[in-house]
């Protein structure tokens, strides 16, 4: 697995593009981040409840580990891209997709600063 595989699989998410955040790739549902790719490009991040981190963490734990700090605690979730395989991560990115696509969208900040400057 590669970042390149990873942002394919993200986009291929329904209503999925990718956006930026704090210097590296996001990847939005509605204006929600529901994956990012690290700047090095060797890790990834899902947005995940904290259960649902806890049963792909005990799944696979050389792909998936809480990431250090609140984020973690709160479910957000480092993918080491080395050593996931494309039915893991497919199944985890979908989850995390659809947590946040089940949320009411948002304007993204790009496009309400864009809306005030435009008036």
């Not at 697995?1 to 999925?16: D, S």
């Not at 991560?89 to 995390?96: K, V």
């Given at each position: 697995?590669?970042?390149?595989?990873?942002?394919?699989?993200?986009?291929?998410?329904?209503?999925?593009y990718e956006g930026a955040h704090m210097g590296h790739a996001d990847f939005r549902i509605g204006g929600h981040i529901f994956a990012t790719l690290y700047p090095d490009e060797r890790f990834g991040v899902l947005l995940l409840t904290p259960e649902q981190q806890g049963?792909?963490?005990?799944?696979?734990?050389?792909?998936?580990?809480?990431?250090k700090g609140g984020w973690g605690r709160r479910g957000s979730t480092q993918v080491t891209l080395s050593a996931a395989r494309s039915p893991t991560?497919?199944?985890?990115?979908?989850?995390?997709w659809q947590r946040q696509a089940a949320k009411p969208p948002?304007?993204?900040k790009s496009l309400r600063r864009q809306r005030v400057r435009s008036t």
């Open positions: 697995m590669n970042a390149e595989y990873f942002r394919r699989i993200a986009l291929e998410m329904q209503g999925a049963k792909f963490v005990r799944s696979a734990p050389r792909v998936f580990t809480p990431v991560l497919r199944r985890a990115m979908t989850t995390a948002r304007m993204d």
